[in-house]
C-alpha cells in the first residue's frame, strides 16, 4: 500500500469492455488541495476513469486508494462516505424533487437517523434534520441559489441545475470533488461565473477538485496539473504550459499520427 | 341513505387504500406488484386476533405488534423471494410474487387449518346515531386510525431523510446510490412500510368483520391492487384515493345494483381504467427513459 501525501491514487488501474480497453493500466494521482484537470478526445476514457473512482464501475485490474486507503472493490455509498462526491456530464438532478431535497439527499450519508428515527422522532433526530436543512440552504447560497429552494429541480435553467449538481455534491461533504464537464451546455458568462465558483470551492472550502472538462479556457484557466487520456492510456501530465506546448497531445487531439 | 352507504364505502375504502400504498410503494421503488401483499394482511390479521384472544392483549398493543411483525414477514419475503431475482426479468419477480403468495396462504392453512376464526370486536358495540347517519364505534377507529397513518405516511414520505431517500431512489437508483444512499437499505423499509400498512388493515378488517380466515387475503389484496391502479401505481396519495373511490363505488354498486355485484364492480373499474387511463387517476403518464 503507497504511503504518502496524495488524496487520490491509482495503481496501474484498467477497465475492459470486452475486447475494448476503456482505461489501460493508467497511474494517476491527485495532490490534496489541489486543481486538477482531465482532458482527453471523446471516448478517451475519462468518465470511465471517473467511474471506477466513485466506483460505479469495478476495475479489470489495478487498485485504488484514497487517503492511503484501498477504495476499489467498495459500492458507491461506501466511497460517498469516505469523502468523494461527483457530478455528472448528463445533469442528473431529481428533477420531480425540489431545490432543497435534491441538496438534502446529497447529505444523506452525514445523517444518521434510520426508520426508527423518522417514527418515533426524538429531539436528537429532530435536531439532525434541522441541521441538514441549515446546511443544505447555507450550500444554496454559497452557489447563488438559495430563492430557488422550493422550485422543482427541472424547472431551472441549464446553468442553475449545474450549479445545483455541485451544491448537492458538496453537501455529502467530500474532501475530492470530481466534477464531469461542468462547463458543458453554459454560455460565456455562466463559464466565467462557473470557474470563480470551483474556485472558491477550493479556496474557500478547502476542497481538492478534479475535473473532466473540453473547454480548454477553463482547464487551462484554473486547473494546477493537466493529465491527458487517449485511448485509454495517459499520455501525458504536467502544468497547463507543459500540456499545451505537448506533441503527443496536440497530435492526440488534431489526429495526426507520430 | 345515500349519505350512509357513503360512510360504509370510505371505511371499507380506506382499508383498501391501506393495502394499496404498500403495493404503490413497492412498485414505485423496484416496480414489482407484490402480490404477497394481500397474505402479509392476512398474517397481520391472525397476530392481532392471536394476541388479542390467546394472550388477552391490549387491542392497541396487539395491532401495533402485528405491525411490527408483519413488517419482518415483508423483510423476508423481498430477502428470499424477490432480491435474487432483482437483476432477471420482471415476469420472473412477478411469478415468484405469486408463488409466494400461495406458498404463504397454504402455510397459512396448514397452521391454522381452514375453518374461520372469530376476531371478537375488541370495542363494546356502541353506535353513534345523527339524523342521517349511523356509525359504530369499530367503523369510527377504522376511519380515524386509518387517515392518521396515512398522515403519518405522508409525513415519513415528504418530510423525513428516510423517505427523501425513498423519493430518490424511486426517481433514479443509480444516481441515489452515488449519493450515498444504500439501495437494499431503502428497498428493505419500503417492504417493512408498506407491510405494517397492509398488517393494519387485516387487523382491522378483522374486528369489522369478526372474522379470520387464510384465504382471507386474496380478494383484498386484489381489490388493493386495484385500488393502486385506480390512483395510479407508484402514486402515493393516488393509492389512498383509489382506496376510497373503489370502497364507495363497490359499497355503491352493492346497494343501488345488487349487493352480488361488489366484486364486479371492483374489477369493472379496473379493466375501464386500463382501457381509458392506464396512467390512473393522478399517476404520472409513463415516460420513456432515454
Known amino acids: 500500500m503507497p504511503s504518502n501525501n496524495y488524496i487520490l491514487d491509482a495503481v496501474k488501474i484498467s477497465r475492459y ?30 468518465t470511465t476513469l471517473f467511474n471506477l473512482f466513485t466506483g460505479h464501475y469495478q476495475p479489470s485490474g489495478g487498485e ?35 431545490v432543497l431535497d435534491n441538496v438534502l439527499i446529497g447529505r444523506h450519508t452525514r445523517t444518521a437517523s434510520g426508520l426508527i428515527g423518522a417514527i418515533l422522532r426524538r429531539p436528537r433526530d429532530r435536531r439532525e434534520e434541522a441541521e441538514a436543512r441549515d446546511v443544505a440552504i447555507s450550500l444554496l ?77 477553463v482547464v487551462m484557466g484554473i486547473s494546477e496539473r493537466v493529465a491527458v487520456l487517449n485511448y485509454g492510456r495517459k499520455i501525458a501530465e504536467g502544468t497547463p504550459a507543459e500540456i499545451q506546448g505537448n506533441e503527443d497531445v496536440i497530435h492526440a487531439y488534431l489526429g495526426v499520427s507520430t | 341513505m345515500f349519505l350512509q352507504q357513503l360512510i360504509n364505502g370510505l371505511v371499507l375504502g380506506s382499508t383498501y387504500a391501506l393495502i394499496a400504498l404498500g403495493y404503490t410503494m413497492v412498485y414505485g421503488i423496484i416496480e ?42 415483508g423483510i423476508t419475503v423481498e430477502f428470499l ?17 405469486i408463488g409466494a403468495s400461495i406458498f404463504l396462504q397454504n402455510l397459512a392453512l396448514l397452521i391454522m387449518g381452514a375453518r374461520p376464526y372469530t376476531f371478537p370486536s375488541p370495542f363494546a358495540p356502541m353506535v353513534y346515531k345523527t339524523s342521517l347517519v349511523t356509525i359504530s364505534r369499530v367503523e369510527l377507529i377504522i376511519l380515524i386510525v386509518s387517515f392518521l397513518l396515512m398522515l403519518g405516511l405522508t409525513f415519513l414520505i415528504q418530510k423525513t431523510k428516510i423517505g427523501i431517500a425513498m423519493r430518490a431512489t424511486a426517481q433514479d437508483k443509480d444516481t441515489a446510490s452515488l449519493m450515498g444512499i444504500n439501495i437494499n437499505k431503502v428497498i428493505t423499509i419500503t417492504f417493512a412500510v408498506g407491510s405494517a400498512l397492509g398488517a393494519a388493515a387485516g387487523v382491522m378488517v378483522g374486528i369489522y368483520f369478526r372474522t379470520v380466515t387464510p384465504m382471507m387475503g ?69 415516460q420513456v427513459k432515454v
Open chain 2, 81 to 97: 423471494a424477490y432480491r435474487p431475482l432483482r437483476r432477471s426479468t420482471r415476469l420472473a419477480a412477478l411469478i415468484s410474487a
Open chain 1, 64 to 98: 485504488i486508494y484514497f487517503k492511503n486507503e484501498k477504495i476499489s472493490g467498495l459500492k458507491p455509498y461506501q466511497i460517498t462516505a469516505k469523502g468523494l462526491a461527483r457530478t455528472f456530464q448528463n445533469i442528473r438532478l431529481f428533477s420531480k424533487m425540489t
Open chain 2, 218 to 286: 386474496l380478494m383484498p389484496g386484489l381489490k388493493g391492487f386495484v385500488a393502486a391502479v385506480l390512483g395510479g401505481i407508484g402514486s402515493i396519495p393516488g393509492a389512498m384515493l383509489g382506496g376510497l373511490l373503489l370502497g364507495v363505488a363497490e359499497v355503491m354498486g352493492a346497494a343501488y345494483i345488487s349487493s352480488q355485484y361488489r366484486d364486479a364492480v371492483a374489477f369493472a373499474i379496473l379493466i375501464i381504467v386500463l382501457l381509458f387511463k392506464p396512467s390512473g387517476l393522478i399517476g404520472k403518464s409513463l
Open chain 2, 32 to 73: 414489482l406488484i407484490n402480490f404477497a401483499h394481500g397474505e402479509i394482511y392476512m398474517f397481520g390479521a391472525f397476530v392481532g386476533m392471536i394476541l388479542v384472544t390467546v394472550y388477552q392483549f391490549p387491542f392497541f398493543l396487539a395491532f401495533f405488534i402485528a405491525m411490527a411483525l408483519a413488517s419482518l414477514l
Open chain 1, 17 to 46: 469492455f470486452g475486447g475494448l480497453k476503456a482505461v489501460d493500466q493508467v497511474d494517476f494521482f491527485v495532490k490534496k488541495r489541489e486543481i486538477m484537470g482531465l482532458i482527453g478526445p471523446n471516448g478517451a476514457g475519462k
Open chain 1, 141 to 217: 447560497e454559497f452557489v447563488g441559489l438559495e430563492d430557488k429552494k422550493d422550485e422543482q429541480a427541472g424547472n431551472l435553467s441549464y446553468g442553475e441545475q449545474r450549479r445545483l449538481e455541485v451544491a448537492r455534491a458538496l453537501a455529502a461533504e467530500p474532501e475530492l470533488l470530481l466534477l464531469d464537464e461542468p462547463a458543458a451546455g453554459m454560455n460565456p458568462q455562466e463559464t466565467i461565473n462557473l470557474m470563480k465558483l470551483i474556485s472558491r470551492i477550493r479556496d474557500e472550502m478547502n476542497k481538492t477538485i478534479l475535473l473532466i472538462e473540453h473547454d480548454m479556457k
